[in-house]
């Protein structure tokens, strides 16, 4: 019997070994593409048609990262510096909002350099209203350049030197992401360089919450409030200032977005702008709120025709109606197909973020 015994444990070790063996072992996961991203495009001094004005009336410098890769990479935690070398001088880039960090491929991010605030001091680095503002500004009047390294400090790319460049004159590379710098004879932040027609795109609704008891989203001030997300579906900017947002698709012209700040506005190359339904009528946030019961959301151009609108509710809408901290969204940005986004679920809402 012992002889048995003995045998019956030999035998259970060796399958339970073979089974062990063939378990799939756990993955790290895969880093970010930081190698993708490059210094594209920047200016020490704008003057005419400028990008940035900052709280205290001055045009702010910026610089221009594209990501020549395919796919999407978030800059959060990288380092980015107008002294190559001088590490104390490396300003990180904030990691608090992954929908604003993020550079879709082929997609630019323009970052805000050496803007105030209202009394004129400087903003520190930080996310705000949508923008990355970097606590430096950038100087022509010396040997300069600028450089951007992942989070271990390791460099990625940097720019030629910008010594001398004339106000008003960007510098960027000849073909976006790999071509020589020079100066351009037209600055085109969050655009391609080389002058090439981008593909045209449109905005569209791409997810909203109607009822929000638990998330916050960028610029809400941890209020909870209801929230529209546009998507750009083209490869170029597109400025929302002085489109018309509404909550009734027999009243399209309800709240009007500012036309004097297209910093705020803009909605960059495959990305992503919330509208605050909160009833504050300012900036992003709307004059009016959206009914947890249903009803319609509308977004129009020119405040004649919808460029894009639907009616939500429990049943017989266009859409569903997704209840409290849920949402409904695209089935994937920009798809024609919608579904609710529940919260909990391995498919939660995502304000500015890409539909999962």
């Known amino acids: 019997m012992k002889k048995y015994i003995f045998l019956s444990i030999i035998t259970a070790l060796f399958f339970t070994g073979c089974v062990k063996d063939e378990q799939p072992q756990p993955q790290p996961p895969a880093p970010e593409n930081y190698d993708d991203i490059v210094i594209n495009e920047l200016i020490t001094k704008d003057t005419s048609d400028v990008y940035f004005v900052d709280e205290s009336g001055s045009p702010a410098d910026w610089v221009e990262l594209y990501n020549k890769g395919t796919k999407a990479v978030d800059i959060a935690g990288m380092f980015i510096t107008d ?75 940097e720019s030629a030197d910008f010594n001398g460049l004339e ?22 932040p969050g655009a391609p360089n080389d002058g090439s027609a981008p593909v045209a795109g449109t905005l569209v609704i791409n997810e909203f919450m109607a009822s929000n008891d638990s998330w916050n989203v960028p610029g809400d001030n941890g209020d909870q409030p209801d929230w529209i997300e546009i998507y750009n579906t083209g490869e170029t900017a597109i400025d ?99 579904v609710v986004y529940t919260m909990g679920s391995d498919r939660q809402p995502t304000p500015g973020e890409p539909n999962n």
């Not at 604003?100 to 004129?120: E, N, S």
């Not at 008003?168 to 020079?182: H, I, L, M, N, T």
């Open 167 to 188: 106000d008003d004159k960007s510098f960027g590379r000849s073909v976006d992401g790999a071509g020589e710098w020079q100066v351009m004879a037209v600055k085109t």
């Open 83 to 157: 002294k190559p070398g001088d590490e104390a001088s490396y300003e990180q880039i904030p990691a608090t909002d992954a929908g604003v960090t993020t550079i879709p491929p082929k997609g630019f991010l323009v970052l805000i350099f050496g803007a105030a605030d209202a009394q004129g001091a400087d903003l520190p680095t930080q996310i705000k209203d949508g923008k990355v503002f970097v606590d430096v500004g950038l100087s022509a009047s010396k040997d300069n350049n600028v450089a951007i390294y992942t989070p271990e400090k390791v460099l990625v790319d």
């Open 240 to 338: 929302m200032g002085g489109w018309y947002v509404s909550d009734a698709l027999d009243d399209i012209v309800k709240y009007q977005l500012p036309t004097d700040n297209p910093g705020l506005t803009t909605v960059p190359a495959y990305g992503f702008l919330v509208l605050i339904c909160d009833g504050v009528g300012e900036g992003l946030h709307t004059s009016f709120k959206l009914s947890s019961g249903g009803e319609d959301i509308v977004i129009s151009e020119d405040g004649v025709d919808v460029t894009d609108g639907y009616s939500f509710c429990d049943s017989g809408c266009d859409l569903p109606n997704p209840g409290t901290d849920n949402s409904t969204g695209r089935d994937g940005d920009g798809n024609a197909t919608w």
